[in-house]
């Protein structure tokens, strides 16, 4: 992996993180946007795949959007563990 696709997994992990804490109403700085989008990301490709869901959209756009999805389910669980 070269620095460019570094710094774009950065960016789409921190867009996908920023929209669930949106969506959930979460508070968070930059850093756990970030966490929140990558390990999100692996979620929501794991659910996406499960139910066979595809987007019609541009790659990037899927990618963000699965992200997205993955980390609300990850902020989800998160608040039913921990409160």
Do not use: E, Q
Request: charged share 5%.
């Amino acid at each position: 992996m070269d620095i460019t696709n570094l710094i774009v997994t950065l960016l789409c992990g921190a867009v996908a993180g920023w929209l669930a804490s949106l969506v959930m109403g979460s508070k968070g700085g930059l850093l756990r946007n970030i966490l929140m989008g990558i390990v999100g990301s692996f979620v929501g490709s794991f659910v996406f795949s499960f139910i066979h869901v595809t987007l019609p959209f541009s790659s990037l756009i899927n990618s963000v959007l699965i992200a997205a999805v993955g980390a609300c389910i990850v902020i989800f669980i998160g608040r039913l563990i921990f409160k």
